[in-house]
């Protein structure tokens, strides 16, 4: 038994060599250029694939495809389970390729005896590994990277205060994932479009959206994008490139789909970007989103933030995979596990993704894994569930921030003055902002009917003449702070 | 999708297949596979798909196998779709039309016989519209299309096969306008889809009874165009709505409100509105045409309430 199950592993040498063989790894030198390496011509034990691809499912699959769809042609990928010629007898076909048989009967076990890797570039105390691969950065990216996550901090230790004075309705914070939301940030262009969940506003602030915005939208007040419609922390901004938050879990995934395939169809060098958390992965809008993306060649980078909770599930009750990376694959879709507090090792990961999504017309899924230092919300209080020692470690001896900070001190572009500067001076323009946001009017009455539709309906027309009617005759029982 | 290259289809068998009331044949040989799209399984995504692309310049058109199998975009259709743009503040349009057939058809089984419009009605946002002759859903189609606002095209599946000599030139129909499609004095009957070819088969007993009825095919859904019916309210003074939508929660239900509220005083009888009944569509037919409302109903119903 033993032997022929040996047999049939030499023969099928294409399982072994897809094991060791990281197509798209930062391999041969060790501090490789900002240019993708991921256009390298295959390895040379691999190039006798396109030999032994079945020709006949090589021409079916072409019959399938008319002219416009035009993805480069990345057939290596399905050759990984296709014996070579010798076997051909060896194979049957069915719809969906020729696939070889056994006589040993062999179930795949629910897990591979190893957890997938985890890319890293910076040890602990934020200095680059020996050996390690990762896109090199500029002193002033490293310093905006930086000084955007220590203004990501603030605002949210800042903000959620603010929520407990009662200032502002609600508030969740993203403390403890400050290198996912900046490092992605950072690796991507201001074209690719943003869906985000609702832990990502480092993103938009990368981008460019002041502290005085963000403040108007907590507050709703007129000045909100949003023209005070949604809750804190639902932000958006078409300028920006990054979707409005809506609170439903993972609905953005296949509306990724959507905008990656209109960016497509305008054949722009952009690609959808959307982030997740674990729970997400659960909905069914997650497994449908990754097909679709994976069947119609859409520029999708998929960026889940494992962050270990979704509220008060733990993710031993969310999945029972290896985490969410491993399931990729299943889709059909190009995957990498990655240190999520490792603002580098996040940088490189989506700067490489990036371009195979853009060049080649895939999706990619990036799995981060990080920790949830925060509550889930002002209205969670997560030492319920969970030890405070555990939230303190991550919060102080695992911190993304602190960590980069140490790296990026090193290569002597930033020092304590830089710092003390910079936290003082964040802390004054927030709480200006604040302040000035408290104190403006609510948005008109009339915001509450626009926009419902493209012009205002003869329905909510009377709607509207009616409620100012009311409001009207009791003025006493109405706001005061918001416009008629 | 010539005029304009940016309004693409998407959905399970719409390309190469045609759709499967091959409404879609043709397209995907003339526009490509990228703008007639043929999806996997999954109505909650290629919903939200073609919401994704709307908010990025697109102008979908996505379709249902069969209105009912939307009841699994409903997530999509009432958080997204008709709510996007009203909590982004404006910032981000979502032109999308969502269409497909339903309705009771010729023993398709009861989750294949919904009538979806009652459950979408609510929705703020979308706008709801019914085509009823190739006529108006050629009109109504273009105008959907063309609008900004998110609309839900409502086929029925008995009507594909309905054969009208229509204007070859370009035209577009108002997106909430109702049609009439017999004027007359005596009683206002409201309808809309498959439903108006019952009405307009009882209308011919009834004008050989005597009676002159006046028909109106409501199109529009959501909002009802409450000129032409309150026009004929007010001429009329008697009231009759034939829906195909169940009793409760229907169409015909927010309609009987709508009148009542706005043109009581014009009103010479209660409002009496034929739906069908709170029963799941049964399979054997002649129980399944029982469920719908037949022209023998329509014309009792219409002596009783002239008398």
Known sequence: MASSSWLLMRRSRALIHHKNFSFYSLFSSSSCSSSSPLLKKPHAQSAGYSNNYSSAHHHFRFLRRFESTKAEAAQLELQHYVTDDDDNNRAIDFPGGKVAFTSEMRFISEASQKRVPCYRVLDDNGMAMKYSNYVQISKEMAVKMYSDMVTLQTMDSIFYEVQRQGRISFYLTSIGEEAVNIGSAAALSSDDIILPQYREPGVLLWRGFTLQQFVDQLFGNKSDLGKGRQMPIHYGSNKHNYFTVSSPIATQLPQAVGAAYSLKMDGKSACAVTYFGDGSTSEGDFHAGLNFAAVMDAPVIFICRNNGWAISTPVEEQFRSDGVVVKGQAYGIWSIRVDGNDALAVYSAVHTAREIAIKEKRPVLIEALTYRVGHHSTSDDSTKYRPIDEIEYWKMERNPVNRFKRWVERNGWWNDSNESELRSSLRKQLMQAIQVAEKAQKPPLEDMFNDVYDRLPSNLEEQERVLREIVKKHPEDYPSDVPL | ?307
């Open chain 2, 1 to 307: 999708m010539e005029r304009d290259p940016r309004v693409c289809v998407m959905g399970e068998d719409v390309g190469h297949y045609g759709g499967s009331y091959k409404v879609t044949k043709g397209l995907a040989e003339k526009y490509g596979d990228l703008r007639v799209l043929d999806t996997p399984i999954a109505e909650n995504s290629f919903t939200g798909m073609g919401i994704g692309a709307a908010m990025t310049g697109l102008r979908p058109i996505v379709e249902g196998m069969n209105m009912g199998f939307l009841l699994l975009a409903f997530n999509q259709i009432s958080n997204n779709c008709g709510m996007l743009h009203y909590t982004s503040g404006g910032q981000f349009t979502i032109p999308i039309v969502i269409r497909g057939p339903g309705g009771v058809g010729r023993q398709l089984g009861a989750e294949h016989s919904q009538r979806l419009e009652s459950y979408f009605q609510s929705i703020p946002g979308i706008q709801m519209v019914a085509c009823s002759t190739p006529y108006n859903a050629k009109g109504l189609m273009k105008a959907a299309i063309r609008s900004e606002n998110p609309v839900i095209l409502f086929e029925h599946v008995l009507l594909y096969n309905l054969k009208e000599r229509i204007p070859d030139e370009e035209y577009v129909l108002s997106l909430e306008e109702a049609e009439m499609v017999r004027p007359g004095e005596h009683v206002t009957i409201l309808t809309y889809s498959r439903m108006r070819y019952h009405v307009m088969q009882a209308a011919k007993t009834l004008v050989n009874k005597g009676y002159d009825p006046e028909v109106i095919d409501i199109r529009s859904l959501k909002p009802f165009d409450l000129y032409t019916i309150g026009c004929s309210v007010k001429k009329t003074h008697r009231v009759l709505i034939v829906e195909e939508c169940m009793r409760t929660g229907g169409i015909g239900a927010s309609l009987t409100a709508a009148i009542t509220e706005n043109f009581h005083d014009y009103l010479d009888a209660p409002i009496v509105c034929l739906s069908s009944q709170d029963v799941p569509t049964p399979y054997a037919g002649t129980l399944e045409e029982w469920t719908v409302v037949q022209p023998a109903q329509i014309v009792t119903a219409v002596e009783q309430l002239c008398q």
